[in-house]
């Protein structure tokens, strides 16, 4: 039921020229060089340190990996994350 679910909505955001972030609730991540990270759309922090940042996403969390780490900002369903990134990795 849930596939045909995101069928439908993908379709409409498709038709109605939507982005589909937005319908489909899918992160949307924006990296500037290997210091900067800008996600869209996640549902909470799971675990921070100054090497590793897991967040939990619509389906699954997504694994930040560097140096130096530090959220800039944190807001419902954005946040900005600073430092030395040397990975970004999505698990299900």
């Not at 972030?21 to 340190?49: A, C, M, Q, W």
């Not at 990996?65 to 900002?73: C, D, H, R, S, T």
Request: with cysteine.
């Amino acid at each position: 039921m849930e596939k045909s679910k995101d069928i439908i909505n993908r379709a409409m955001a498709d038709l109605l020229e939507i982005p589909k972030d937005l319908v489909l609730d899918i992160p949307k991540i924006t990296l500037i060089g290997r210091s900067e990270l800008y996600l869209e759309n996640h549902r909470g922090i799971i675990e921070f340190s100054s090497q590793r940042l897991r967040i939990n996403l619509s389906r699954g969390f997504l694994e930040i990996l560097g140096n130096q780490l530090e959220i800039k900002a944190l807001l419902p369903d954005e946040i900005k994350i600073e430092g030395d990134i040397s990975t970004c990795k999505f698990v299900d």
